[in-house]
């Protein structure tokens, strides 16, 4: 499997535009994951889905992010408008959860920053 | 909610050094897991390991989920081993099924 894929790996934009950070997740799994990550606050969950649908999105920062999981291959983490405390690394990450276990696969991130 | 601490928050190795990470959480935890994220950025899963015993290699881990640390081990190492290592724990306390707290690491530089 190419495991988790996400797109693009390298974003810059201005500050005011729309953001979308797109993610892939390893076929078969149920669950997918946002995580951000920043110098000061570490690795955060920003929300996750399992069977496509949102179960926790307690992390999501405010209300110019969003999500969404049209189908089991396929999520978008969405930014609009985009600031500069938004520059982070974002990670996509998915798991399946089979007897109990549940090991997160991480993504190679997007690198984000908007000026 | 549940507190991860890991030590040490940096440490520095002579090349085929042995050396213990440990991470301490606060309340009971069904899971576990033991990331490395290499100089890249990349973050990859070395253990899921809510108790008990493991090993892959160089590397091993042990969870003693009643006393609530985890340690991990890296013996003869190498300047591929470089990097921050987390530890993550899933609380279980009936929160979030996926909502896995992360320390904040500790960062490791083998030196050759």
């Known amino acids: 499997d190419a495991g988790v894929i996400q797109s693009p790996r390298h974003e810059v934009t201005e500050m005011g535009q729309e953001v979308t950070l797109r993610c892939k997740p390893i076929s078969g799994h149920d669950y997918l994951f946002w995580y951000r990550q920043t110098m000061m606050r570490g690795l955060e969950l920003l929300i996750y889905?399992?069977?496509?649908?949102?179960?926790?999105d307690s992390g999501m920062p405010e209300d110019r992010f969003s999500a969404k999981m049209p189908n089991a291959s396929f999520s978008t983490l969405k930014i609009q408008p985009s600031e500069p405390r938004d520059s982070a690394v974002y990670f996509c990450a998915s798991s399946f959860l089979a007897g109990g276990q549940e090991t997160q696969y991480f993504g190679p991130g997007t690198r984000l920053l908007v000026l | 909610g549940i507190q991860v601490e890991q030590s040490p928050p940096d440490l520095i190795l002579q090349e085929g050094a042995n050396s213990t990470l440990r991470c301490n959480f606060s309340d009971s935890v069904n899971n576990l897991q033991w990331f490395h994220q290499n100089p890249w950025g990349q973050l990859i899963n070395l253990f899921y390991i809510p108790s008990g015993t493991k090993q892959n290699g160089r590397l091993s881990a042990t969870t003693v989920a009643t006393e609530r640390y985890s340690l991990l081990y890296i013996s003869s190492s190498q300047t591929t081993d470089s990097g921050v290592y987390f530890c993550?724990?899933?609380?279980?306390?009936?929160?979030?099924?996926?909502?896995?707290?992360f320390g904040k690491g500790t960062k490791l530089s083998v030196k050759p």
């Open positions: 993550a724990v899933l609380p279980n306390y009936g929160g979030s099924q996926g909502n896995l707290i």
């Open positions: 889905f399992n069977n496509n649908v949102p179960i926790d």
